[in-house]
């Protein structure tokens, strides 16, 4: 075993952050293990919620009174707190919206399908969660462009074949940035430099990694970012979309009404200012808000040794799965460097439904099915994988009763 | 415990299923999935002049619960009229298994009566 069960923090600390933690399913400890699907919230979190509901609710943006200008405040500053976080330059940069699929429809409606031309491609990946599939297939038939999938091996992305499929048609790359199967991180730079040397436009979809590495969205050249707030420690009803600003000035908004607009006649109306323009009706204030303080408890615990401990947690886990042989695991092997904290595996012949169904008898919180990629496990011959995915809370010793839970399926379906 | 699930009778099911396969020129055909976990049931039967199913086979992928509460339906259904599987309910499903099931888990279970009574819909519309 070459991992040295070490942590840049102290992990018990941390986990006294999050109360959710300490309760027990079936009176079995609970061991969470689905932070691909949504992390836990710590405390502090939690109570910026409740203490915007119990002492500063109000609508935001026009109010005159104080109510009013105490949640414009924070709900606006959020974005602030948010921008600083993703590296981008301002607020204007910086749209919230309900989650990821929410932003990446706002890129795809908004700036897709009026500036895509028949003639034209689209690349993605042969990885990409359903929300970044979907939408770009409905641009495609809206404007005639051509969709094209760079290959995927392992987990791993065939770079070659990226810097063949981008090429002077290319109007737009939308890309994973780490996949939710494997966990695998995508050298997005590479990528973002090459599409912008053949004048394509770059959507990083950064669902699975904003809440676990280092994001700078301005060094990494992105023209847009998308991520989920409820996958970082925020609340559910919290999302974010990047967009360089003079492409969000570009963008159409693609939801329109209430708290959008400048000037509003009978037959025409003209949009606010940005970010505002695009977070049409009221908006998730309280879910905004308790994002930022997400964030600050991201910050104060830091991404660096957030990224080092869940890789460090992952590696173990990977490790000791890739030598059991009646454990499949799913991407490249525990050496691979650049990853994060999603393992998916089958275990001998178990389906994964009823693996999850057992792991959870012992309190082990996984999921099961195709995790919205369903062209992806098409592409891997399984119908479906197992997928743990660790967060900055997980324990090594969590692991280890993974690997307790996974000699419990083995002797039921042996 | 859902340990208590997975028992012999279950998984001998699932391992061994009854009348698993296809059917050539079937009277009855019919396919679906549950997105939610992606498993997948394709049922076949042929039914004689009294609507009487005379012979019955599915095939397809799952978890252990869709898959022997499939097995055990196709042997269930042998010698019922149509009628008769379409007022089959889950409970009915539920009592062929044996085990309590969880509310996720009751949609495994129905999947193959859910396909077989589709697949009876078509026909009667056809015939």
């Known amino acids: ?414 | 415990m859902s340990r208590d699930m997975y028992r012999e009778r279950i998984l001998n099911h699932y391992r061994n299923p009854h009348n698993y396969g296809t059917i050539e020129d079937p009277d009855v055909h019919y396919s679906d999935v549950n997105p939610s976990c992606g498993d997948e049931i394709d049922m076949y039967a042929v039914v004689d002049e009294n609507d009487e199913v005379v012979d019955v086979k599915f095939d397809g992928q799952g978890c252990a619960i869709s898959q022997a509460s499939a097995s055990l339906l196709t042997d269930e259904v042998k010698g019922m009229t149509l009628e008769e599987v379409r007022d089959l309910e889950t409970d009915d499903i539920k009592e062929m298994l044996g085990i309590e099931l969880s509310p996720v888990r009751v949609k495994c279970a129905v999947l193959g009566l859910k396909v077989l009574e589709g697949g009876i819909v078509e026909y009667e519309k056809e015939n």
């Not at chain 1, 026009?62 to 709900?75: I, M, N, P, V």
């Not at chain 1, 690349?123 to 990409?128: A, G, I, N, S, Y």
């Not at chain 1, 301005?218 to 970012?225: I, V």
């Not at chain 1, 037959?267 to 930022?292: H, M, R, S, V």
């Open chain 1, 1 to 414: 075993m070459s991992v040295e069960k070490a942590s840049p923090y102290n992990v018990e600390e941390v986990r006294d952050d999050f109360p959710v933690l300490e309760r027990t399913v079936d009176g079995e400890k609970l061991v969470y293990l689905d932070n691909a699907a949504t992390s836990q919230k710590p405390g502090r979190v939690i109570d910026s919620v409740c203490d915007f509901y119990r002492n500063h609710n109000a609508n935001v943006h026009r109010g005159l009174h104080t109510l009013s200008q105490e949640a414009s405040e924070a709900y606006e500053g959020a974005h602030d707190t948010v921008a600083e976080f993703l590296g981008a330059e301002g607020r204007e940069e910086i749209v919230f919206t309900s989650n990821t699929t929410d932003g990446i429809n706002t890129v795809a409606f908004g700036w897709g399908t009026r500036n895509v031309e028949e003639g034209d491609n689209i690349v993605l990946t042969q990885m990409e969660h359903h929300s970044s599939l979907v939408p770009w297939q409905k641009v495609a038939e809206a404007t005639g462009a051509e969709m094209r999938f760079v290959e995927v091996e392992d987990g791993v992305l065939d770079m070659s074949d990226a810097y063949d499929k981008i090429d002077e048609d290319t109007a737009m790359v939308s890309l994973v940035h780490m996949s939710n199967v494997f966990g695998t991180v995508v050298p997005v730079e590479d990528i973002i430099g090459h599409a912008h040397d053949h004048g394509a436009r770059v959507l990083v979809d950064g669902a699975q990694s904003a809440p676990h590495i280092p994001v700078d969205v301005g060094e990494m050249d992105a023209d847009f970012f998308v991520t989920s707030g409820h996958k970082m420690c925020g609340p559910t009803g919290s999302g974010v979309l990047y967009g360089k600003r003079e492409l969000l000035e570009e963008t159409e908004p693609y939801k329109y009404g209430g708290e959008m607009i400048k000037l509003v006649e009978y037959e025409d109306a003209t949009w606010a200012d940005l970010p505002w323009k695009f977070e049409a009706g009221t908006p998730n204030i309280a879910q905004g808000i308790g994002l930022a303080e997400a964030v600050e408890y991201l910050e104060d615990l830091g991404m660096e040794k957030i990224h080092e401990h869940e890789k460090s947690v992952t590696r173990y886990a990977l490790e000791r799965m890739w030598e059991d042989e009646e454990v499949e695991v799913y991407g490249p092997p525990p050496e691979h460097e650049a990853r994060g904290g999603v393992v998916s595996f089958n275990v001998a012949d178990a389906h994964p439904h009823d693996s999850s169904q057992l792991l959870s008898d012992e309190g082990i919180a996984t999921r099961s099915g195709h995790h919205c990629a369903q062209p992806l496990m098409k592409k891997m011959g399984v119908p479906a994988t197992t997928r743990a995915s660790f967060y900055l809370y997980n324990t090594y010793e969590e692991v280890d009763a993974l690997m307790n839970g996974i000699e419990t399926v083995k002797e039921v379906f042996a």
